[in-house]
């Protein structure tokens, strides 16, 4: 049962996309998240018996928010907010959200093989989960889409062809009657389109009411930053000045290539 000043302090909450901010009785801010769902994850929050958690529940005092219309944008800012603040709970207890990353090499046969491993500070990933379990549904998919092999990608284990070969769904990789030359060619379209674009790239997503847009501007590979604009708005010079110039990591260029890839493949 959630404590009355809690409840209180989550009165005036919406259900809408943002980023919370939960503060003690100084006033200083001791955490940071994002929800599709501002109250209900706060709830969740404020009901947790996890050791963290509950001290939050016992240091909260105040509650702010900023709605964002978009997840990916919330996403953004969410990690932009943390990397500036630092809050301690954030520090001391926040989980890494992708474990899994999406990596390529070759197998003995020359074939170039998608496989989804535990990330490696060390290594680039292609694309980022959450949990394997994510990464091995996003790459059936992948496959399918690409018309990859399941076998090769170790996603089917047999002796003889994969299960999508008798569906015509793969093109006999996985029996080496494919060329390699002409399977790789796919698999390196897949790792193109996985790339931030090249240019300046003004990505649209739903703004915080009906009446507007919000805007990620992408430029040469590199995210700088989100705004918002009027919802009829196509003017370059407009979305440009609407931009709040941002710093681009790797964090940000995963939240942006899982918002392109799940558009793209889904």
Do not use: W
């Not at 944008?73 to 959200?97: F, M, Q, V, W």
């Amino acid at each position: 049962m959630m404590e009355s000043y809690l409840m209180e302090l989550l009165r005036d909450i919406p259900n809408e996309v943002g980023v919370y901010f939960i503060y003690d009785s100084s006033d200083r801010l001791i955490y940071i998240g994002k929800s599709i769902h501002l109250k209900k994850r706060l709830i969740q929050h404020f009901r947790s018996t996890d050791y963290r958690e509950l001290k939050i529940q016992r240091e909260a005092s105040r509650i702010a928010y900023e709605l964002m219309g978009d997840e990916t944008i919330a996403l953004l800012h969410e990690s932009d907010l943390i990397k500036l603040h630092l809050p301690k709970y954030n520090r001391a207890g926040r989980k890494t959200k992708y474990t899994y990353g999406l990596y390529t090499q070759v197998n003995e046969d020359g074939y170039k093989q998608l496989l989804v491993e535990k990330i490696e500070p060390s290594k680039d990933e292609i694309m980022s989960f959450i949990s394997y379990a994510e990464g091995k549904e996003r790459l059936f998919a992948i496959t399918e889409r690409y018309k990859l092999c399941q076998k090769i990608n170790l996603l089917y284990k047999s002796k003889g062809p994969c299960f999508q070969y008798q569906l015509k769904g793969c093109n006999g990789g996985c029996i080496r009657q494919e060329e390699v030359e002409i399977y790789n060619s796919r698999v390196n379209s897949f790792i193109e389109a996985s790339e931030l674009p090249l240019g300046e790239v003004f990505i649209q997503v739903k703004g915080r009411h009906d009446s507007e847009k919000g805007i990620i501007y992408i430029k040469d590979g590199t995210y700088k930053g989100f705004g918002y604009c009027k919802i009829n708005t196509r003017s370059k010079n407009t979305f440009l000045k609407a931009i709040n110039l941002k710093n681009d990591n790797r964090d940000t260029r995963r939240i942006i290539k899982r918002h392109l890839l799940t558009k793209n493949i889904t």
